[in-house]
């Protein structure tokens, strides 16, 4: 049996321009939620570079590059100008393990790391001849090596630096910053008659967030594995080969000179090893605020669906809501999210995520009684907030996919608002609308 609404267009047109306000006015809260989170957020990144720069923040190693002094040409006093050429090692290998913890100051918490790394190469003697170099001009006995490490707070062992079986002295601080700006430097005299030095070393470093490498050798290798699964492979440079699990990951990168834009040796200033740099950045599972932040987003959508299913019951069942019912809800909706930021800050996001929406799902449920005056209306207001926050959370957990089911819910909702109306007489023509029900009557 079909059923016949009469509804007065201006009675329509007046609650719709009302609910139109009161979602604009709306805007206002939800921004200033918004905010809120912002500045949350920006108290835990202060906090986070607090305690870096204690620990150490992001960590990149570069070199060891090969650093031999050249007398060059003299000054108008007759000084003699000392230049420098560096060299890259023809292979680069990297084995590290990374350990990850947590460090937490007031409400807020930071992920910090100890690294262990094994790292060794090989150097040619330096072919000082391509770089126009001649034999009288190049300094052997000075020859010193260059490690760059960005936190020097951050090394946790003495260093040693074995060159073919021998330890080399380690100082502190770099003699020459063309091409690192902090590190270590390694006194290392060559000797013209050996070909080939290798040399080896092991680094703790501490450091935060990230860790990353220059691939400086010809051959590259960097092996790096660690506990904590929730990561992503940053930088220039993908890994050739990665695992990633319940257990932890597992990356390896196989980097030769031909994929990054310098070259192995040159004479001056040079900075470009920082663009070759890649790594691995640790993160926490979930990110509350990231989290929050994102539920905001759909703060106008909840709101506009609640007054959509408000007026659809306005309409169908013809129980008038008034506009301050309507914004005491929309308050409500937004009060949710206030909740999920205050509570995630002490318990887990997808428990914080349960309490504030149980709780406002309850909270507007038995208002909604006062509205509708029917416990069965309201129990259904209840089912149909306790959808829409199930809905959003699946949202929330499935990033790259938000897009597509956050089209697919609106067109589904479009599609249910559209059936529900599709009988309303929104022009209220009775004649027209009891000829319409005659015709299927005959029809029947």
Same mark, same amino acid.
């Given at each position: 049996m079909k059923t016949k609404f009469d509804i007065g267009v201006n009675m329509i047109f007046v609650k719709v321009i009302v609910v139109t306000v009161l979602i604009a006015v709306m805007l206002l809260p939800i921004n200033l939620v918004r905010s809120l989170v912002e500045e949350r957020e920006g108290n835990q990144k202060a906090v986070q570079d607090e305690i870096s720069q204690k620990w150490s923040g992001i960590q990149t190693i570069s070199g060891p590059v090969l650093v031999l002094p050249v007398l060059s040409e003299t000054d108008k006093n007759q000084n003699v100008i000392t230049n420098y050429a560096y060299f890259l090692p023809d292979s680069f290998?990297?084995?590290?393990?990374?350990?990850?913890e947590e460090r937490s100051r007031t409400l807020f918490k930071t992920l910090l790391y100890q690294s262990n790394l094994h790292v060794s190469g090989t150097f040619s003697l330096p072919d000082y001849a391509k770089l126009n170099i001649k034999p009288e001009q190049v300094m052997w006995d000075k020859a010193f090596v260059?490690?760059?490490? /960005?936190? +020097?707070?951050?090394?946790? &062992?003495?260093?040693? !630096? *074995?060159?073919?079986?021998?330890?080399?002295?380690?100082?502190?601080?770099?003699?020459?910053?063309?091409?690192?700006?902090?590190?270590?430097?390694?006194? /290392?005299? +060559?000797?013209?008659?050996? &070909?080939?030095?290798? !040399? *080896?070393?092991?680094?703790?470093l501490n450091g935060s967030e990230g860790l990353y490498f220059n691939p400086v050798g010809k051959e590259s290798t960097i092996h790096l594995k660690s506990s904590w699964n929730t990561v992503s492979f940053d930088g220039n440079f993908l890994p050739t080969e990665r695992t990633v699990n319940k257990d932890g990951f597992d990356a390896k990168w196989d980097i030769f000179d031909y994929n990054r834009n310098y070259v192995q040796m040159w004479v001056g200033d040079n900075d470009v090893l920082k663009s070759s740099a890649l790594g691995v950045d640790m993160k926490f599972p979930v990110d509350k605020y990231q989290m929050t932040m994102r539920s905001v987003k759909y703060a106008i959508m909840f709101i506009v669906f609640t007054f959509v299913v408000f007026f659809l019951v306005e309409l169908l069942s013809r129980k008038r809501i008034h506009p301050v019912q309507y914004l005491l809800v929309s308050s409500g909706l937004v009060i949710f999210y206030v909740l999920l930021l205050a509570i995630s800050e002490h318990l887990s996001f997808g428990l914080s995520y349960l309490i504030s929406s149980s709780a406002t799902t309850i909270l507007i449920s038995l208002y909604s009684i006062t509205m509708f005056r029917s416990t069965k209306q309201a129990g259904m207001m209840g089912l149909f907030?306790?959808?829409?926050?199930?809905?959003?959370?699946?949202?929330?957990?499935?990033?790259?996919?938000?897009?597509?089911?956050?089209?697919?819910?609106?067109?589904?909702?479009?599609?249910?608002?559209?059936?529900?109306?599709?009988?309303?007489?929104?022009?209220?023509?009775?004649?027209?609308?009891?000829?319409?029900?005659?015709?299927d009557s005959n029809h029947n």
């Open positions: 290998n990297v084995e590290g393990n990374i350990k990850t260059l490690i760059g490490i /960005t936190y +020097l707070q951050g090394i946790k &062992n003495k260093i040693v !630096f *074995n060159v073919n079986g021998k330890p080399q002295i380690v100082q502190p601080g770099i003699k020459n910053n063309s091409c690192v700006s902090s590190g270590v430097t390694v006194e /290392t005299p +060559l000797d013209p008659a050996i &070909n080939s030095y290798d !040399f *080896n070393f092991e680094l703790a907030l306790a959808g829409l926050y199930t809905y959003l959370y699946i949202v929330l957990q499935l990033e790259n996919l938000s897009l597509l089911f956050g089209a697919i819910g609106l067109f589904i909702a479009l599609a249910i608002v559209m059936f529900v109306l599709r009988r309303v007489n929104w022009y209220n023509d009775d004649n027209k609308s009891d000829q319409i029900a005659d015709e």
